[in-house]
């Protein structure tokens, strides 16, 4: 096949890339400890942003405040040993590997 023969639509494909709204890519690294307002973690999930927390004390107690928010807007929470992974809508963390 010659490469005049590729027919390709570049505005069909510019149709199917990432919507801006959907997360922005970058990570937040913290520690949840109760030291840092809910609604800062739910403003950051809500801009796009992936959180990797620490867990100091108990994970149900700690997230509880903004847990409901975050999967409200269609973001998820992932514990993973001693770690929170929050994600924003259209984030999916594979937990298949586990």
Known sequence: MAVTDFDLDLRAAEEQLDDED??????????????????????????????LLAVDGDLNALAAPFARDVSEMGGTLTHFRDKLVVTPPGVDVDTSRL
């Open 22 to 51: 959907e997360g922005s890519g970058d990570v937040t690294l913290g520690i949840l400890d109760g030291s840092t307002d809910p609604g800062e973690w739910v403003s950051l999930v809500a801009d796009g942003r992936t959180l």
